[in-house]
Nanobody, 124 residues
Framework: QVKLVESGGGLVQAGGSLTLSCAASGFTFSRFAMCWFRQAPGKEREFVAAINWSGGTTDYPNSVKGRFTISRDNAKNLVYVQMDSLKPEDTAVYYC?????????????????WGKGTLVTVSS
C-alpha cells in the first residue's frame, strides 16, 4: 500500500537550516507530483512546496519562497525540502503528500495520500 514517511524534523534556532525527507513506497513514485504542507497549532494546513513528477517544475507560497527548496530523487523514491533562514513562524508539523496528478498542484484536496508528519520547532 502507499506509504509516506517523513523524517528530519527537530529543534533549530531562528536563522538556521533543516532538511526534511519523505520516503515513499507502494506506488510508482515517478508518476506523481509531490508536496509538502505544514500545520501549526490552531491553524489550518498550509501549502509549503510542490514538485512535479520529473522535478522540473516547482511551486512555493510567498511565505517560504527564496528560503525553501523542494527536490526529489526518483531513483530512491525520496522527496526533500531544504529549509533555510528559518523563522519562529515556520514552527509546525510538516507533512509530505502525494498529488493525484503528475503536475504541480497546491491544495490539500488535490492530495490523495499523506504522511504522519514531522515536527519542526524554530526557537527565537
Amino acid at each position: 500500500q502507499v506509504k509516506l514517511v517523513e523524517s528530519g524534523g527537530g529543534l533549530v534556532q531562528a536563522g538556521g537550516s533543516l532538511t526534511l525527507s519523505c520516503a515513499a513506497s507502494g506506488f510508482t513514485f515517478s508518476r506523481f507530483a509531490m508536496c509538502w504542507f505544514r500545520q501549526a497549532p490552531g491553524k489550518e494546513r498550509e501549502f509549503v512546496a510542490a514538485i512535479n513528477w520529473s522535478g522540473g517544475t516547482t511551486d512555493y507560497p510567498n511565505s517560504v519562497k527564496g528560503r525553501f527548496t523542494i527536490s526529489r530523487d526518483n531513483a530512491k523514491n525520496l522527496v526533500y525540502v531544504q529549509m533555510d533562514s528559518l523563522k519562529p513562524e515556520d514552527t509546525a508539523v510538516y507533512y509530505c503528500a502525494r498529488s493525484r496528478n503528475s503536475g504541480v498542484t497546491t491544495t490539500p484536496i488535490d492530495m490523495d495520500y499523506w504522511g504522519k508528519g514531522t515536527l519542526v520547532t524554530v526557537s527565537s
